[in-house]
Nanobody, 122 residues
Framework: QWQLVESGGALVQPGGSLRLSCTDS????????ITWFRQAPGKEREGVSC????????HYADSAKGRFTISRDNFNNLVYLQMNSLKPEDTGTYYC???????????????WGKGTLVTVSS
C-alpha cells in the first residue's frame, strides 16, 4: 500500500510564508488528484486545495483563495502547497490525500498522509 508523506510544516509569524510538500512511495502518483486538508485543534478537518492528476485543474477553499497556491511535479512525485500571508487561523495539521478526481471532500479520498504541523504565531 502506498503512503503519502507530508513535509515543510513549521512555526511561522503572521504574514509569513511556508511551502508544504507531499510525496509518495509508489509509482502511481501521477494517476491521482491530490488534496491538501487541514485540521485545527478542536475543529473538523477541512479541504484547503486540490489539484488534478496532471495539474490542469485546481480548486481552493474560500479561506485559501488569493493566498495559497497548489502545484505538482509529477516527474519527482511531488505536490506543493505554497502558503503566503499566513494568519493565526491557518494553524493546524496539514494532510495530503489522494483521490480519483479533484475534491475538497474528505470522504472522496483513498489514501492519506500522517500530516505536518503548521503554527502561525508571533
Amino acid at each position: 500500500q502506498w503512503q503519502l508523506v507530508e513535509s515543510g510544516g513549521a512555526l511561522v509569524q503572521p504574514g509569513g510564508s511556508l511551502r508544504l510538500s507531499c510525496t509518495d512511495s509508489g509509482s502511481a502518483f501521477d494517476y491521482f488528484a491530490i488534496t491538501w486538508f487541514r485540521q485545527a485543534p478542536g475543529k473538523e478537518r477541512e479541504g484547503v486545495s486540490c489539484i488534478s492528476s496532471q495539474g490542469g485543474s485546481v480548486h481552493y477553499a474560500d479561506s485559501a483563495k488569493g493566498r495559497f497556491t497548489i502545484s505538482r511535479d509529477n516527474f519527482n512525485n511531488l505536490v506543493y502547497l505554497q502558503m503566503n500571508s499566513l494568519k493565526p487561523e491557518d494553524t493546524g495539521t496539514y494532510y495530503c490525500a489522494a483521490a480519483a478526481a479533484c475534491s475538497l471532500d474528505s470522504a472522496a479520498m483513498n489514501s492519506w498522509g500522517k500530516g505536518t504541523l503548521v503554527t502561525v504565531s508571533s
